[in-house]
């Protein structure tokens, strides 16, 4: 008889932004013409920049040709744009290209990444925390049972409140598997390379592996955060880096992400990478040639230029929302 895997069953059906719809919709009933700021899931809201437009439009008369057809294209990504993410997001920090995984999405990566960690490893979140982090925990039994509290019985969850400054403290338990988002998804915090250096160094010393989600890097303005976990002293021994082209410049649609797995992470004297490797080549096909041309152009002059402009948008709405938010 064929049995399903159980640990499905122990999601809680109601997912989390169905709920927040639910409340928003209920309160929009009881107050009429109050106005909303919606701050929950959400999308961009700007269109591709036009230098990616015309690097995928080329790219798709390219797909027309005999020289310029691309069918399947190596699972690892187009070693152009491998290049480019070197030499733009890791330059001076010793990545090489094949540390470099092109991707459809830091979701899936995020979630994927369990496939090459046993089920028996303590895992740390922060709380609050980007969901996928713990769903694909629960579905690959790692999380335990869900209690009345909403906590998993096997994770390790650390608290973001206003008490701390929503900076997470080191978990008091050993834990094995730390997931780390900086800029921060929900709470808008960063840490700074001390902050940080924190982790890296109980990542080592309690032969952890850290799980670093970078989907905000563009948004970082201060200069003594860091844009990559690799900045900081023995990350490269422990940290696990995601990273997408859809927050940085709206790709959103168009699905292109990237992630970042030393050579030198080793667990129980086995290289990540060629875990990794492995399980992308057996469960991936690659991302379309035409979005990674598209991916390339964001590193063009012009492109950087109109991504730059794009996020320079944002981050007004964002100034937008602090100084008025408090008058809601
Ligand atoms: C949006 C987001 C992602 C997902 O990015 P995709 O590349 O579009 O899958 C990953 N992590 C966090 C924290 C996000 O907010």
């Known amino acids: 008889m064929t049995k ?24 929009v009933d009881a107050n009429p013409g109050k106005k909303i700021i919606k701050m929950g899931i959400g999308d961009v809201t700007r269109p591709l920049a036009p230098a990616v437009i015309e690097a995928m439009n080329k790219a798709v008369d390219e797909m027309g040709t005999y020289e ?32 470099v995984f092109v991707s459809d999405g830091a979701k899936s990566d995020c979630g994927n990444i ?3 960690f046993a089920a028996d490893n303590k895992v740390a979140v922060c709380d609050p925390v980007y969901t996928v982090y713990v769903d694909t925990n629960v579905m690959s039994g790692r999380a335990g049972e869900l209690g009345d509290d909403g906590k998993w019985s096997n994770l390790v969850y650390m608290p973001c409140t206003s008490e701390n400054s929503f900076i997470p403290e080191l978990p008091k338990e ?19 390379k001390e902050q940080l250096k924190v982790w890296v160094d109980y990542a080592k010393e309690n032969d952890a592996v850290i ?21 900081i002293d023995g990350a490269k021994e422990v940290a696990v880096e995601f990273r997408s082209f859809s927050k940085t410049a709206g790709f959103t649609g168009n699905r292109c992400a990237y992630t970042v797995i030393p050579k030198t992470v080793k667990v129980g004297g086995v ?10 080549c057996t469960k991936f096909n ?40 408090k008058d809601l």
């Not at 399903?4 to 209920?26: C, H, M, Q, R, W």
């Open 211 to 231: 799980l670093f989600d970078g989907a905000y890097e563009a948004f970082i303005t201060e200069s003594n955060v860091p844009h990559s976990i690799f900045e």
């Open 114 to 116: 369990g496939d090459i």
């Open 271 to 280: 290289e990540l990478n060629k875990l990794w490797l492995r399980r992308q």
């Open 174 to 192: 050993k834990v094995d598997i730390i997931y780390l988002c900086y800029p921060n998804n929900p709470t808008g915090t960063a840490l700074t």
């Open 286 to 325: 690659g991302v379309p040639y035409v979005v990674q041309r598209g991916a390339a152009a964001v590193y063009s002059d012009e492109g950087k230029k109109q991504v730059r402009e794009t996020i320079e948008y944002y981050l007004e709405n964002a100034k937008i929302i602090k100084i008025f938010g």
């Open 68 to 99: 310029g057809f691309h069918g399947y294209g190596p699972e690892q990504g187009y070693e152009f744009l491998r290049k480019l993410i070197v030499e733009n997001d890791y330059k001076d920090l010793g990545i090489e290209t094949d540390e």
């Open 4 to 27: 399903i895997n159980e640990n499905f069953i122990k999601l809680p059906g109601s997912y989390l932004f169905t709920n927040i719809a639910k409340k928003v919709d209920a309160y």
